[in-house]
């Protein structure tokens, strides 16, 4: 089964960022997943977007008719707990 960790690549070197694989100091094969980086500006405008369509739901006022507590109660399925 194939695993993966997140690594930052420095010159010919893996960084690892969160958890470490166990290796020891054997050769082991792996494949290397170049991710494109998303620019700051693009990140902002990609949010400010986002922001821009929320705000016209709440102005829409599309879910008025909805009641919230109701919505949970048929959403949620409740269960009793194992051993309780």
């Known amino acids: 089964m194939l695993k993966t ?4 690549l420095k010159g010919s070197r893996l960084e690892w960022i969160d958890d470490v ?8 094969p792996v494949y290397v997943t170049f991710l494109e980086n998303e620019s700051v500006l693009e990140q902002k405008a990609r949010g ?6 929320l705000g016209k739901i709440a102005v829409s006022q ?3 008719d909805v009641d919230a507590v109701v919505w949970q ?5 409740d269960r009793s707990l194992p051993g309780r």
Do not use: C, D
């Open 5 to 8: 960790y997140k690594a930052w």
């Open 21 to 28: 694989p166990k290796l020891g100091e054997q050769i082991n």
């Open 48 to 53: 400010r977007k986002m922001a821009e369509i």
């Open 62 to 64: 599309s879910m008025t």
């Open 73 to 77: 109660q048929e959403t949620r399925q």
